[in-house]
């Protein structure tokens, strides 16, 4: 059974940072794209960055956090990691991570001016 859980979420101001950690189970990570969405209340679910798999370095990431945001996997613990530097209000959503049409259930970040 895959099982995705993320956490590292909270509550920062505007300028601060945070690291969510998505630890998956059930299947192997680093033959997998692992990319990370977010969710604001009443608005659609967006992309925000995805690592493809070992062997692969590309990464892409969404223009809003590009620049302050750094995605990154390790592969012998299975989890993937989501670096959030300079976090703005606009940031403010539930974060969720993906795998192989897998997903968690998300850890909110909140963002205060």
């Known amino acids: 059974q895959v099982k995705l859980v993320e956490s590292g979420g909270g509550l920062v101001q505007a300028g601060g940072s945070l690291r969510l950690s998505c630890v998956v189970s059930g299947i192997s990570l680093s033959s997998h794209l692992m990319a990370w969405y977010r969710q604001a209340p009443g608005k659609q679910r967006e992309f925000v960055a995805r690592?493809?798999?070992?062997?692969?370095?590309?990464?892409n990431y969404a223009d809003s956090v590009k620049g302050r945001f750094t995605i990154s996997r390790d592969n012998a613990k299975n989890t993937a990691y989501l670096q959030m530097n300079s976090l703005k209000p606009e940031d403010t959503a539930l974060y969720l991570c993906a795998v192989a049409n897998h997903w968690g259930q998300g850890t909110q970040v909140t963002v205060t001016s």
């Open positions: 690592i493809f798999s070992s062997g692969y370095t590309n990464t």
